[in-house]
């Protein structure tokens, strides 16, 4: 990687660590019902950069993979804590970065939505919902 600014992460409980250089290739909110399925959340959001500015700083060996039979669909994840971390995508092009295992600022905002249509009958929109600084009862 060369000496530009790198953008740190890692799992939950921090065996598994990772750094990248800004060199995004996209930045998208995926709403599809296996991404929906795989973190348990209404949609995923991944950053893919290309592999060349991807860099493993320790953890490597506490990966796990799995495929989804039969599709290109899969997940890395800890197998300490069970966070997801970035996976090889795009034919081994790029890396998938899910966006919550950040530390920082990544300097780059969202720029589409896909499967919006394959969203979750129950996500309403945001405008109406009361919104919390912290946790609230």
């Known amino acids: 990687m060369s000496d530009q600014k790198k ?3 890692g ?4 065996k598994v660590r990772y750094e990248f250089a800004p060199e995004f290739l996209a ?3 995926c709403f599809c019902s296996r991404c929906r399925k795989l973190r348990g959340t209404a949609h995923a959001a991944n950053l893919f950069v290309p592999q060349a500015v991807f860099r493993w700083l320790a ?3 506490q990966i796990r993979r799995h495929d989804l039979e039969g599709t290109r669909f899969g997940n890395c994840f800890c197998t300490t804590c069970g966070s997801p971390v970035p996976r090889q995508a795009l034919a081994g092009k790029a890396f998938l970065i899910p966006a919550g295992t950040i530390d920082e ?3 780059k905002q969202p720029e589409s939505v896909i499967f919006w249509d ?3 009958s129950w996500l309403p929109p945001a405008d109406g919902l009361e919104k919390f600084s912290e946790y609230s009862k």
Do not use: N, V, W
Request: net charge negative; with cysteine; glycine share 22%.
């Open 118 to 120: 394959s969203r979750a």
């Open 7 to 9: 953008i740190q992460g």
């Open 11 to 14: 799992c939950f409980c921090g």
């Open 105 to 107: 600022d990544p300097g």
């Open 59 to 61: 953890g490597e060996d």
């Open 27 to 29: 930045f998208r909110y």
